[in-house]
């Protein structure tokens, strides 16, 4: 038996998955006042961008930019803010400005791939994500790897993305977005025994969704782990009982002719 997981899965790991974080970081000794006010309300401005507070993260971040027009970190940052607010024109201007300022900066090439990613110009973002990981330095390579995966499975590019997950895992084997889509690839593929087993490796690092718990069922249903596949089953109806995880599980007729006895 085959069944098939949801046409939108894929992007909906996306959005949860695909998120840039937004943080500074020191830029050295001596620096003048104007410079350190402005990395202070960078900070200031991140951490009300993190929490929502999106006015006064504009206050601070406008304050940064008029302090020092030359910190990339600050126009990658406010970037972050006018997408989350819907001007993607200013955001990409302030994207592009926080490369040219630094394009040693991986975080702003990494978020500028999601961005562009967000936008639907693959390539680009693509090729954002290589510029981040080229920085021997960057601590989040795993992370870009799998991002860049993520967008080239939207071209779809399938086998390059599996590449990109696979060598995020190398870098680090409990890589959460690699896993997860390491799973629906091999679902893919009808390989349920692999599908199974990235599940189990994924749900030691993150908590199920409604969209992972279908495919964990799904998976351990073709393999006949009927115990497991009820366990899936009953955390998908528990948990999330107005998902269209839920609806699809309600019509299938393994669960249903399960269900009955």
Same mark, same amino acid.
């Given at each position: 038996?085959?069944?098939?997981?949801?046409?939108?899965?894929?992007?909906?790991?996306?959005?949860?998955?695909?998120?840039?974080?937004?943080?500074?970081?020191?830029?050295?000794?001596?620096?003048?006042?104007?410079?350190?006010?402005?990395?202070?309300?960078?900070?200031?401005?991140?951490?009300?961008?993190?929490?929502?507070?999106?006015?006064?993260?504009?206050?601070?971040?406008?304050?940064?930019?008029?302090?020092?027009?030359?910190?990339?970190?600050?126009?990658?940052?406010?970037?972050?803010?006018?997408?989350?607010?819907?001007?993607?024109?200013?955001?990409?201007?302030?994207?592009?400005?926080?490369?040219?300022?630094?394009?040693?900066?991986?975080?702003?090439?990494?978020?500028?791939?999601?961005?562009?990613?967000?936008? /639907?110009?693959?390539?680009?973002?693509? @090729? *954002?994500?290589?510029?981040?990981? !080229?920085?021997?330095? +960057? =601590?989040?390579?795993?992370?870009?790897?799998?991002?860049?995966?993520?967008?080239?499975?939207?071209?779809?590019?399938?086998?390059?993305?599996?590449?990109?997950?696979q060598q995020s895992l190398r870098i680090n084997s409990s890589q959460?977005?690699?896993?997860?889509?390491?799973?629906?690839?091999?679902?893919?593929?009808?390989?349920?025994?692999?599908?199974?087993?990235?599940?189990?490796?994924?749900?030691?690092?993150?908590?199920?969704?409604?969209?992972?718990?279908?495919?964990?069922?799904?998976?351990?249903?073709?393999?006949?782990?009927?115990?497991?596949?009820?366990?899936?089953?009953?955390?998908? /109806?528990?948990?999330?009982?107005?998902? @269209? *995880?839920?609806?699809?599980?309600? !019509?299938?007729?393994? +669960? =249903?002719?399960?269900?009955?006895?």
């Amino acid at each position: 038996m085959r069944m098939m997981i949801p046409r939108n899965f894929l992007a909906g790991a996306f959005l949860i998955t695909l998120v840039g974080c937004a943080t500074t970081s020191n830029t050295g000794e001596n620096i003048d006042p104007k410079s350190k006010a402005a990395e202070i309300n960078t900070q200031l401005g991140a951490t009300y961008l993190s929490q929502g507070e999106l006015e006064l993260a504009d206050e601070k971040l406008r304050r940064a930019l008029k302090q020092n027009q030359s910190s990339a970190t600050t126009h990658w940052v406010f970037a972050l803010l006018q997408e989350r607010l819907g001007e993607n024109e200013v955001a990409e201007k302030h994207f592009r400005k926080a490369v040219s300022l630094n394009p040693k900066d991986s975080k702003a090439h990494n978020n500028y791939g999601t961005f562009l990613c967000n936008q /639907k110009r693959y390539r680009e973002a693509e @090729k *954002e994500f290589l510029y981040a990981i !080229e920085n021997p330095l +960057y =601590a989040q390579t795993g992370s870009a790897y799998a991002n860049a995966g993520l967008c080239v499975s939207k071209i779809p590019d399938l086998v390059k993305a599996e590449e990109y997950f696979q060598q995020s895992l190398r870098i680090n084997s409990s890589q959460r977005t690699a896993l997860y889509q390491m799973a629906i690839l091999s679902f893919g593929r009808e390989e349920y025994a692999q599908t199974a087993n990235y599940i189990q490796r994924y749900e030691k690092v993150a908590k199920h969704n409604s969209e992972s718990l279908w495919v964990a069922f799904q998976s351990s249903a073709n393999l006949g782990y009927e115990a497991k596949a009820n366990d899936y089953a009953e955390q998908l /109806k528990k948990l999330f009982p107005s998902s @269209k *995880e839920a609806r699809l599980l309600a !019509e299938s007729y393994w +669960y =249903a002719g399960k269900s009955k006895q």
